[in-house]
């Protein structure tokens, strides 16, 4: 079985068109694939945006509750305030880039 198969020339023929065509199919590919990468990187820059711009900031007050003739508290909840600030890269005020690499020195005690 082994021997007929060896000896069938009646198999897949690589021919320069054919070369030809895979190449330019490959090209195609790579070309696409880049594309839909940049398309993909926008769309995520997209979204950090739109969760960098929302607002972050809340607050509520406090609340408590005393018990009868000044005898303590029942309840008592603590009121909670917080700010948001803006980040480095917020709204695409950085751009994200490769450095050159660096030999790795002595670590700065700050």
Request: aromatic share 10%.
């Amino acid at each position: 079985m082994f021997k007929a198969i060896y000896e069938d020339e009646a198999g897949f023929i690589i021919s320069a068109e054919l070369v030809l065509i895979g190449t330019i199919l490959i090209l195609g590919l790579i070309v696409g694939l880049s594309s839909i990468q940049h398309a993909i990187v926008s769309e995520l820059n997209d979204v950090g945006d739109a969760v960098g711009s929302s607002n972050q900031s809340y607050w509520y007050t406090g609340f408590s509750s005393e018990k009868g003739f000044g005898n303590g508290f029942k309840a008592y909840t603590r009121g909670s305030a917080a700010m948001d600030e803006v980040d480095d890269c917020d709204f695409d005020e950085c751009e994200i880039a490769c450095d050159v690499p660096v030999n790795e020195g002595p670590k700065d005690n700050d």
